[in-house]
Structure formats: structure tokens, C-alpha cells
């Protein structure tokens, strides 16, 4: 009460009376005050001769802090240079203070030495960012934050761990509001844009390396003994930083990305290069952009998903689909490919490297799922499986048409091989083959792993594509056309055939003899 009191006189005092010229005589009492609260959890162990409580510890971070601040905000004006400098003394400060606090602790508590060591750590870590003039403040949230869960963890003290989540949500707020505005490209800037290294990159560095040590001090100290409650309160910090870092670094680097990419397309159209096609080059920068972006979403989520299922943590399962549901929506929000068709090389594009990384996630996490089942619950277990099979096959099938649709048939019209061939005719056959091959493919791979639910999608495709054949292709293809598509259907299903009479003959081999047979 009485900190609270003493911060609130002082703080209107400065705001209605503080001046320039009365800056001495302000910096002496602000310190004088500091010095007192920060000597009253030392003088209070002494003489209740007994152990720190947690409001001792909260009330020298808050103290330090609030001093810090202040002392930072006297010396902008006129003294700017020295700001790094106080921040370092104050380490010693508290540095010096801690360890003589730790000759009247036990041995085994310590929390008040803990604390002041904490705080001395984040003086000094924040100096530097201080004195180039950096992000500083969001450093100095998630080091405290760190501190805070370190020190909560370490002495059992939930309202410090409390305290912590509080802190670190501070400092999110903070990257989020303010850093991120701050670093970010904006159409017509004279300096250029570098991703990663700038300035959000290094405040972003720091709270990803402090959420993470928040989630291993978790399970570094787990309380004993361990309560109902202590092993929620595990898994959330367990979790939720880990989960946290993961989508602040996805998002971090997506901006990084498409504020790098929108400068170079910014630099391209100023350039206005007589051999290029300014559309098609403003695509072609597009298009790598929103690739990338989406490898990255679906890298994000993907490993998301499966870090939950192998782990089996409730919170990353249900944010992964919803990362990977953003990198197909990134795709297919792309509508260039087609115009870009000239400019790329079947299969060996970004579009198509995207297509293929959001697939690879999707039936990996389908693996993840077959192999770890027992660690979820049975509806999880009987629904998403399928669910990620079906969705990645789709991935796979519409990567490839885009594919057959673009760049393939702009290489087969360049070679003009077929003097007759028609563009869309030609499409349709093509389409066909690819899914006659594909729907083989996949019963093809069904068959060997004993995967129903992957034979029945290749018979559901195979079926849709006979259809196709019969009733539209035959239609405007021509003699040689048609022949070809057909022989093509007719192999396919021949070694789906083949393949189906193999699997059966290995199933009655292996099964165990009926009475009549004996």
C-alpha cells in the first residue's frame, strides 16, 4: 500500500510539476525511494526471521522496474547517453544487494537472492538494446517474464508464476504493437527492407528464447507433490509458450517475407526493365511470395499437429489444421499461375513446391496419427485420420492439375509436336491420364499397406475418371486422342486388376484354414 501510494504522488508530482531544471533534485528522490523499498523485503526477513513471502519478490520487480523506467525517462532529454550506462549500474546494484541477502537466507529458500540476481540479469541484459537505441522494451518484458517463471518454478510460488503470464503478455502486446509497425516495409521507402536482421527480428529473438526457458523451467522444477491442479497449471506453461513462440515466429516471418517481396516488386515496377514483362514479373514475384508463405504455414502447422499427437498435448492439435487450412487458402487465392505458364518448368516451380510441402505436412500428420493413436481420444482417432488422408490426397490431385493446366501443356504446345493439337482438348486428355494414374497409384499403395480407406479413394477417383472418359472426352477428343486416353484407362485399371488378384490370393494364403478344409 504504501509503494502503491508513493508511486502515484510521485507520478502526479512529475507530471504537473516536473521541469527541465529541476532534474537533480528529482533523480535524487526517485532514488532515495527506490533505495527504501528496495531495503524493506531484506529488513522484513530479519525481523520476522523467516522466509521471503512472494509479494517481497513482486514488489522488487516492481519496484525495479518502475525506477528504471523513470530513471530512463529523466535522462532521455539531456542525457541520453547514459541510459545504458544506469541500466548497467543498476544490475550491480541488485547484483550486490542479493548477495548480501544471501548470508541471512536458509540454504535451501534463497528466493530473495534468486530474485535480486534475476533483476541484475535483466539490467544488464537490457543495456545494451538501451544504449543502440533498439527494441529495448520488449526485451526487458520477456527477460522478466523469463525471470519470473524461472524464480516461480524454482521456489514453488504460484502467484510469481501468475506474474509471469502477465508479464509475457506485456511483452507480446508490446512486439505486436509497437515493434511490429515500426521495422515494416512501407511502399516508397528509401532505405531497403532486410529480412529477419532488423529491428522487430532482434526483440522477436529475444522473447522466443524467454518463452521457450519459461517452458523448460516447467518441467525443470515440477512441484511436489504434484496436486490436480499443480499438473494443469504444468501443462499450460508446458504448452502454451511453446505454442505461443511457434505462431510469433511463423508470423514474424511471414511479414518479413511479404515485406521483402513487396519491396522488390515495389523496386521492379520503378525499374520498368524493357525486356521483361512488367505484369508478368509483378506475378512471378507474387507468386513466390505467397509459395513461400504458404510452405511456411504449412511447415508451422504441420509441425504442430504432429508435435501434439506424438507428445499427445491437447493444445497444438486443434491450431495446427487451422495453419494449414491458411496455407491452401493462400494458394489457391492465387489465380496467375496459368499466365505464368510460359515462364516455368513442370513440377520444378514454387507453386508446385508449395502444393507439395502442404501435402508431405498433411500426410505426415496422417502418419503421426496411425502410429500414435493411443495416445488420443477415440473420436480424434476415427475421424481425423481419414480426414488428413482424404485432404492430402485432394492437395496432391489439384498441385497436379494446376500443373497439367499450366506449365505442362505450355511445354507440349512450344514443342510442337501434334501440328492438330488443340489447347483445350488437349487439357482434358491430360487431366484423364493424371487421374487415372493417380487413382492407381493410390490403390496401388492401398493394396500394399493394407490401407482400406486409401482404396477406396483411389476406386472413388478411378470411377470418376472412367466416367469422365465416357462421357466427355469421347465427345470432342479425336480418333488418336481417344485411343491413346483409352489405352492409357485400360492399362491402369488392368494393373489395378492385377494388383487386386495378388492382394487376394496373399489375404486366403494367410488366412487360417475352416473346418470344411480340414
Known amino acids: 500500500l504504501a509503494f502503491g501510494g508513493t508511486v502515484f504522488v510521485s507520478g502526479a508530482w512529475w507530471v504537473t510539476w516536473y521541469a527541465p531544471e529541476k ?11 527506490f533505495l527504501v523499498f528496495a531495503f524493506v523485503p531484506v529488513v522484513s526477513i530479519l525481523v520476522r526471521r523467516s522466509a521471503a513471502s512472494q509479494w517481497d519478490g ?36 541488485h547484483f550486490g544487494l542479493g548477495r548480501l541477502v544471501s548470508r541471512w537466507e536458509e540454504a535451501g529458500e534463497r528466493y530473495l537472492q534468486r530474485t535480486l540476481t534475476g533483476l541484475a540479469v535483466l539490467c544488464w541484459t537490457v543495456a545494451l538494446p538501451i544504449q543502440w ?48 509497425s515500426a521495422a515494416a516495409y512501407s511502399t516508397g521507402q528509401a532505405a531497403s527492407f532486410i529480412p529477419i536482421f532488423n529491428l522487430r527480428g532482434g526483440s522477436m529473438l529475444a522473447l522466443l528464447i524467454c518463452l521457450l526457458l519459461a517452458a523448460w523451467s516447467s518441467h525443470r522444477w515440477p512441484p511436489r507433490p504434484l496436486t490436480r491442479a499443480d499438473r494443469w497449471e504444468g501443462e499450460i506453461w508446458r504448452g502454451l509458450p511453446v505454442l505461443s513462440a511457434v505462431l ?23 525499374l520498368l526493365d524493357p525486356l521483361w514483362d512488367t505484369r508478368k514479373g509483378t506475378l512471378w514475384l507474387e507468386t513466390w511470395k505467397r509459395s513461400l508463405l504458404s510452405l511456411l504455414w504449412s511447415l508451422s502447422g ?123 482438348l488437349g487439357r482434358e486428355l491430360l487431366l484423364s491420364v493424371l487421374y487415372a494414374l493417380q487413382a492407381g497409384a493410390m490403390i496401388g499403395i492401398g493394396i500394399g499397406r493394407a490401407n482400406r480407406w486409401l482404396r477406396a479413394l483411389g476406386l472413388g477417383l478411378m470411377l470418376a475418371t472412367i466416367v469422365k472418359v465416357f462421357f466427355f472426352d469421347l465427345s470432342g477428343l479425336g480418333q488418336l ?38
Request: aromatic share 12%.
Open 23 to 33: 532534474f537533480a533534485e528529482t533523480l535524487f528522490f526517485f532514488t532515495l525511494f
Open 58 to 93: 513482486l514488489l522488487l520487480f516492481a519496484n525495479g522496474g518502475i525506477y528504471g523506467l523513470a530513471v530512463h525517462e529523466l535522462l532521455a532529454a539531456d542525457y541520453s547517453s547514459w541510459q545504458g550506462t544506469m541500466a548497467v549500474i543498476l544490475g550491480f546494484f
Open 133 to 180: 537505441d533498439q527494441q529495448w522494451v520488449t526485451i526487458g518484458w520477456a527477460v522478466e517474464g523469463a525471470i519470473l517463471a524461472v524464480l516461480g518454478w524454482s521456489t514453488g510460488r504460484r502467484l510469481t508464476r501468475i506474474a509471469a503470464g502477465l508479464v509475457f503478455l506485456i511483452a507480446v502486446a508490446h512486439w505486436i504493437g509497437i515493434d511490429l
Open 248 to 270: 510469433l515466429a511463423t508470423l514474424w516471418l511471414s511479414l518479413d517475407t511479404a515485406d521483402y517481396f513487396d519491396q522488390r516488386i515495389d523496386q521492379f515496377r520503378v
Open 302 to 424: 504441420g509441425g504442430l499437429l504432429i508435435a501434439g499427437i506424438i507428445a499427445g498435448r491437447r493444445l497444438p492439435r486443434p491450431v495446427g489444421p487451422v495453419l494449414l487450412t491458411s496455407a491452401g487458402g493462400i494458394l489457391l487465392d492465387h489465380g496467375g499461375h496459368a499466365e505464368l505458364a510460359s515462364w516455368q518448368w513442370p513440377l520444378l516451380n514454387p507453386l508446385f513446391a508449395a502444393y507439395a510441402g502442404l501435402a508431405s505436412a498433411l500426410l505426415l500428420a496422417y502418419r503421426a496419427h496411425r502410429r500414435h493413436s493411443e495416445k488420443l481420444p477415440g473420436w480424434e482417432g476415427r475421424v481425423i485420420p481419414p480426414a488428413l488422408l482424404t485432404l492430402g490426397q485432394l492437395v496432391i490431385l489439384v498441385g497436379l492439375r494446376f500443373e497439367v493446366q499450366g506449365p505442362l501443356l505450355a511445354r507440349l504446345e512450344a514443342l510442337s509436336l501434334f501440328p492438330s493439337f488443340d489447347a483445350m
Open 481 to 518: 486422342y481417344r485411343i491413346f486416353s483409352f489405352l492409357v484407362l485400360g492399362a491402369t485399371l488392368l494393373l489395378i486388376s492385377y494388383l487386386y488378384q495378388r492382394y487376394q490370393r496373399a489375404e486366403s494364403s494367410t488366412a487360417p484354414p475352416s473346418a470344411e478344409t480340414e
